[in-house]
Nanobody, 115 residues
């Protein structure tokens, strides 16, 4: 199973960050589709996930600004983070899981919030 993040590398403050994860390869059923980020010099931070059923769960610290959706016909799922600020600068990862949340990882994509 291969996951690949895509989206703009630079977002202006107060704008919306939008990323897409495309899944390819394998016939394994993925139950959890997650987004995680790592700010510079800090550890990994879980953003949220969407379950195969369509239910989504978010970090309480980001819930008010976050939306995760999926497009099963194109094997993609997406992240939207609204009203970004420089503290949202990070490497953003998508991940897929079967029994756990993070069995498969994308390589990550750098997103910088700056004017």
């Amino acid at each position: 199973v291969r996951l690949q993040e895509s989206g703009p590398g630079l977002v202006k403050p107060s704008h919306t960050l939008s990323l897409t994860c495309t899944v390819s390869g394998g016939s394994i059923i993925i139950n959890y589709w997650s987004w995680i980020r790592q700010p510079p010099g800090k550890g990994l931070e879980w953003i949220g996930y969407i379950h195969r059923s369509g239910s989504a769960y978010y970090s309480p610290f980001l819930k008010s600004r976050t939306s995760i959706s999926r497009d099963t016909s194109n094997n993609q799922f997406s992240l939207q983070l609204n009203s970004v600020n420089p503290e949202d600068t990070a490497v953003y990862y998508c991940a897929g899981g079967t029994a756990s949340l993070f069995d498969y990882w994308g390589q990550g994509t750098q997103v910088t919030v700056s004017s």
